[in-house]
């Protein structure tokens, strides 16, 4: 879980570079408050303390990871609450819970408080900007999200504001772009990300599978005619990559068996797009990971790996 949170630190620095200081408030407020409703519940049910083994900081981290960088501080409080007591501890603890907490937290944010969860947006700071934005509000611009201006305004209006896509991928690729507050470097988060792959902390077949059939679906529908979307572009838009290797990799919410997870991924995946192209928000790996939770413990009994030795006893 450590671990985890280590690899996260090099993206939260970065946007505290690009949104300003009070992106660290944030993240903070959502760890500490994540950390104490740990405690809190465990002592109320009657349960061992074990905040020290940093699932409830690494909860925090993900769900301020998720949550636009204009918010106020009241909101990842009031998301740790339904994360950690109602998503986690409720549900049985760790290791027992249906659902990602982190996940869990900011869609019940998006639910209750839907104009600041989807209008607090900042655009980059200017150089210099991020020494004089803390507490004083300058240079913090509101913007909307390129996923969002895609979907609300079409390819055009993006061109305008952002550049052509191809001009584009590398500064995307980068960070510097509007986004939720950990979601904006593409590059720290695969190298986090390929770095548990290392370790063997996670496999390679939820992310493959995920960004795979996202990069599909999204050439073949994401355009104006068939097979002219641009699937790059949206790996690099929205939370595609944090999701892929970080929310959708989680232990308990994810599937064992290698095929499960093939399965697992491609359908996070297609729910993504499906929700990208026609639901009412502009993101969907939220509500794409949310939906397949539930699955894994079935994809995990469909797809079961046959046993090719005879039981113990059994004939040969």
Not at 71 to 96: C, D, E, N, R, T
Not at 285 to 293: E, G, T
Request: glycine fraction near 12%; charged fraction near 10%.
């Amino acid at each position: 879980m450590w671990t985890v949170v280590a690899c996260l630190v090099p993206p939260l620095i970065l946007s505290v570079f690009i949104f300003g200081f009070q992106v660290l408030l944030i993240t903070a407020a959502s760890v500490l408050s994540c950390m104490a409703v740990e405690v809190i519940s465990q002592k109320a049910l009657g349960r061992p303390v074990t905040v020290m083994d940093g699932s409830a900081a690494l909860t925090g981290m993900l769900m301020a990871f998720v949550i636009p960088p204009g918010v106020s501080f009241l909101l990842p409080v009031l998301g740790a609450v339904m994360a950690i007591y109602i998503g986690k501890h409720l549900l049985g603890g760790l290791g027992y819970n249906i659902f990602n907490p982190a996940l869990l937290g900011r869609a019940f944010l998006l639910a209750t408080f839907p104009v600041a969860m989807t209008s607090a947006w900042l655009s980059p700071l200017t150089d210099g900007a991020i020494f004089s934005y803390f507490g004083s509000g300058v240079d913090a611009v509101s913007t909307a999200t390129p996923l969002a201006v895609m979907k609300e305004q079409g390819m055009a209006a993006f061109t305008e504001m952002f550049g052509a896509p191809s001009e584009i991928y590398g500064t995307f690729f980068l960070g510097w772009r509007p986004g939720c507050i950990g979601e904006t470097s593409g590059i720290l988060v695969l190298l986090g990300g390929l770095y548990l792959m290392y370790r063997r902390y996670i496999t390679w077949h939820i992310p493959v599978s995920l960004l795979g059939t996202l990069a599909l679906l999204t050439w073949v529908f994401g355009g104006e005619t068939l097979f002219s979307g641009d699937p790059l572009l949206a790996m690099l838009t929205g939370g595609a990559l944090l999701g892929a290797f970080y929310m959708a990799t989680d232990y308990v919410t994810s599937p064992t068996g290698k095929t499960a997870q093939l399965v697992y991924g491609a359908g996070i995946g297609a729910l993504t797009v499906l929700i990208r192209l026609k639901g009412g928000y502009p993101e969907g790996i939220c509500y794409a990971i949310l939906l397949m939770n539930p699955l894994s413990t079935v994809l995990d009994g469909l797809l079961k790996p046959k046993r090719f030795a005879p039981p113990l006893g059994g004939e040969k």
